[in-house]
Antibody
Framework: EVQLVQSGAEVKKPGESLMISCKGS????????IGWVRQMPGKGLEWMGI????????RYSPSFLGQVTLSVDKSISTAYLEWSSLRASDTAIYFC?????????????????WGQGTMVIVSS | DIQMTQSPSSLSASVGDRVTITCRAT??????LAWFQQKPGKAPKSLIY???SLQSGVPSKFSGSGSGTDFTLTISSLQPEDFATYYC?????????FGPGTRLEI
């Protein structure tokens, strides 16, 4: 079964760092782009960026460029979303999702598989 | 960024009904349009890509149509499990953007 399994909920203080994960299984992890989507409390979906596990090529939405960092460890089929200094406004659920494509224009496609989401709460 | 709008923002329907949700882009996006279903507390589920192609495993009661700026998602014979929020997303122009969602409720 193709699936993405995300790490558990986090509660952090403003200014702290955080890395959440998304582990792929059931398919060739290095062959498909992985994207991240934010959902703030009670709000809609926001596309953050994508990463290609084979070479760590990344594309960031301008809204998130410089705010987060995407990375992968292909040896364990895991993608990461990282913050160096959290803010209260980072409180949200974060989803990873897969593009069924290995092309550099994969973002032209549509996500096919989603992780279950990771809730991040940032509060003093 | 291309802005996506959806109408209605919420919709009341009954089991067995057929409903249509509309999504509109602020510029021509060809057929680079996807639809997602999200139930409360759950991850989105991919339904349709390229405006009208069903994702694997999605029942044929879901159908999508449209091209250019105007798109529709139609759900036939509503069942209790179909009551959810539906989002459209354009992937024609970077960055991809989602519509605000349509909440389908009983």
């Amino acid at each position: 079964e193709v699936q993405l399994v995300q790490s558990g909920a986090e509660v952090k203080k403003p200014g702290e760092s955080l890395m959440i994960s998304c582990k792929g299984s059931g398919y060739s992890f290095t062959s498909y782009w992985i994207g991240w989507v934010r959902q703030m409390p009670g709000k809609g979906l926001e596309w953050m960026g994508i990463i290609f596990p084979r070479d760590s090529d990344t594309r960031y939405s301008p809204s998130f460029l410089g705010q987060v960092t995407l990375s992968v460890d292909k040896s364990i089929s895991t993608a990461y979303l990282e913050w160096s200094s959290l803010r209260a406004s980072d409180t949200a659920i974060y989803f990873c999702a897969r593009y069924p494509s290995g092309y550099t224009t994969a973002w032209n496609d549509a996500f096919d598989i989603w992780g279950q989401g990771t809730m991040v709460i940032v509060s003093s | 960024d291309i802005q996506m709008t959806q109408s209605p923002s919420s919709l009341s329907a009954s089991v067995g009904d057929r409903v249509t949700i509309t999504c509109r882009a602020t510029q021509d996006i060809s057929n680079y349009l996807a639809w997602f279903q999200q139930k409360p507390g759950k991850a989105p589920k991919s339904l349709i890509y390229a405006a009208s192609s069903l994702q694997s495993g999605v029942p044929s009661k879901f159908s999508g149509s449209g091209s250019g700026t105007d798109f529709t998602l139609t759900i036939s014979s509503l069942q209790p499990e179909d009551f959810a929020t539906y989002y459209c997303q354009q992937s024609y122009s970077f960055p991809p953007t989602f519509g605000p969602g349509t909440r389908l409720e009983i």
